[in-house]
């Protein structure tokens, strides 16, 4: 099991930045791929983005591609999203989480076994 806290999040203006930071424990973390999902009030959770094991490879949902950019340090056990050109349809709870399994690259949201507590992000317009 790991333990994954997010922080990072708050209010910002239409086409501000944002930059949230998952940190994890528990478990080696450079083993695993690591995703962020959203959401917003009255929706599904939601895919954002995912990076391989290695972060060598990174998936974008198409709605945030070319304005979010994920990232990974492993020596400090730590997973970015910089979000860029936010919009007010970015507002949402956006959560953390961690494959089930090592040494794999899925992104299914079902793949992901282990979760954040969520972070808050509001973009006014």
């Known amino acids: 099991q790991v333990q994954l806290v997010e922080s990072g999040g708050g209010l910002v203006q239409a086409g501000g930045s944002l930059r949230l930071s998952c940190v994890a424990s528990?478990?080696?973390?450079?083993?695993?791929?690591m995703g962020w999902f959203r959401q917003a009030p009255g929706k599904e959770r939601e895919f954002v983005a995912a990076?391989?094991?290695?972060?060598?490879?990174?998936y974008y949902a198409d709605s945030v591609k070319g304005r979010f950019t994920i990232s990974r340090d492993n020596a400090k056990n730590t997973m970015y999203l910089q979000m860029n050109s936010l919009k007010p349809e970015d507002t949402a709870v956006y959560y953390c989480?961690?494959?089930?399994?090592?040494?794999?690259?899925?992104?299914?949201?079902?793949?992901?076994?282990?979760w954040g507590q969520g972070t808050q992000v509001t973009v006014s317009s």
């Open positions: 528990g478990r080696i973390f450079r083993s695993y791929a």
């Open positions: 990076i391989s094991w290695r972060g060598g490879s990174t």
């Open positions: 989480a961690a494959d089930s399994n090592p040494d794999r690259f899925r992104l299914g949201l079902s793949d992901f076994g282990s």
